[in-house]
C-alpha cells in the first residue's frame, strides 16, 4: 500500500505547486498567502510519504484529498483534479491493503512450503 499511496502523494505535490502558480495568476490573494497555503499542503504531501504506515496516515491523507477538492473555490479546476486524485487516492488505499494481504499469504505459504520441505524458514 506504502508504494501506490506514496505515489499518488508525490504526484499531488506537484499539481498542489502548479495550482499554486495559477492561483497567482487567477486570483486576487497576495502571493504570499498563496504560497503559504501551497507551501504546507506541498510539505504536508511529502511528509504523509514516510508516515503511511503509522496510525492516522491514511485518514490524514483523505483530509489532504478534501483539501484538494476544496482548493477549487480559489482555482477551479482543482474541483476536478481534487476529485481525479481522491480517486487516486482510495484506488491506491484499497488496492494497495489487497497486494500488502497477497504478499503476506504468499509468504506465509513460502515458509509453509519450506518447512514441509525439511529446510529451516
Given at each position: ?7 499518488t502523494?508525490?504526484?499531488?505535490f506537484f ?8 492561483a497567482?495568476?487567477?486570483?486576487g490573494?497576495?502571493?504570499?498567502t498563496?504560497?503559504t497555503?501551497?507551501g ?8 504523509l510519504?514516510?508516515?503511511l504506515?503509522?496510525?492516522?496516515g491514511?485518514q490524514?491523507?483523505?483530509?489532504l ?16 483534479l ?6 487516486l487516492?482510495?484506488?491506491s ?5 489487497k ?9 506465509a505459504?513460502s515458509?509453509a ?8 524458514a
Amino acid at each position: 500500500m506504502r508504494t501506490l499511496c506514496a505515489s499518488t502523494l508525490i504526484g499531488e505535490f506537484f499539481v498542489i505547486g502548479f495550482a499554486g502558480l495559477v492561483a497567482t495568476q487567477m486570483t486576487g490573494l497576495s502571493e504570499v498567502t498563496i504560497w503559504t497555503v501551497s507551501g504546507i499542503g506541498m510539505l504536508l504531501s511529502l511528509l504523509l510519504c514516510g508516515m503511511l504506515t503509522r496510525p492516522g496516515g491514511v485518514q490524514l491523507g483523505w483530509a489532504l484529498q478534501a483539501a484538494l477538492i476544496a482548493a477549487g473555490f480559489v482555482v477551479p479546476t482543482m474541483f476536478f483534479l481534487g476529485a481525479v486524485f481522491a480517486a487516486l487516492w482510495w484506488a491506491s488505499v484499497h488496492f494497495g491493503r489487497k497486494i500488502d494481504e497477497a504478499k503476506a499469504r504468499w509468504a506465509a505459504q513460502s515458509e509453509a512450503a519450506g518447512e514441509a520441505a525439511g529446510r529451516p524458514a
